[in-house]
């Protein structure tokens, strides 16, 4: 059903106290580059997964930032790995051993192997 709507709707509370209804969305494939940017900045993550401004997620309480984290990670893992597998497949067609062992740990997993949430 997510996939119908775009993504799943979430009340989030802030810091302040009041609270903000939100989209988690499944991002389209064109911002799976832009996600795979910030696998390492989780504030950055949750503002891609909600479309907000930098800075916004400092505003949400740990328990909110957690849920966005978890239903981002979980809409979104499944076409985020069968992309980078197409990505890194066709970097290896076209210089082959470059992307090292994660490559050949990625490739060599099937998707229903790889991890359920980044």
Same mark, same amino acid.
């Given at each position: 059903?997510?996939?119908?709507?775009?993504g799943v709707d979430l009340t989030v509370k802030k810091?302040?106290?009041?609270?903000?209804?939100?989209?988690?969305?499944?991002?389209?494939?064109?911002?799976?580059?832009?996600?795979?940017?910030?696998?390492?900045?989780? %504030?950055?993550?949750?503002? +891609?997964?909600?479309?907000?401004?930098?800075?916004?997620?400092? @505003?949400?309480?740990?328990? $909110?930032? !957690?849920?966005?984290?978890?239903?981002?990670?979980?809409?979104?893992?499944?076409?985020?790995?069968?992309?980078?597998?197409?990505?890194? %497949?066709?970097?290896?067609? +076209?210089?082959?051993?470059?992307?090292?062992?994660?490559?050949? @740990?990625?490739?060599?997993? $099937?998707? !229903?192997?790889?991890?359920?949430?980044?």
């Amino acid at each position: 059903m997510a996939t119908l709507l775009g993504g799943v709707d979430l009340t989030v509370k802030k810091l302040d106290g009041t609270t903000e209804a939100v989209k988690v969305r499944q991002l389209p494939v064109r911002l799976l580059q832009t996600y795979l940017l910030k696998l390492d900045d989780e %504030a950055a993550a949750v503002e +891609l997964f909600c479309d907000k401004p930098e800075g916004w997620s400092d @505003t949400l309480t740990i328990e $909110s930032f !957690t849920a966005v984290v978890t239903e981002g990670e979980r809409l979104n893992s499944e076409t985020f790995f069968a992309w980078l597998q197409r990505r890194i %497949a066709r970097q290896e067609r +076209l210089v082959p051993n470059s992307t090292g062992e994660v490559g050949k @740990t990625v490739l060599s997993h $099937s998707l !229903t192997s790889l991890p359920k949430s980044v």
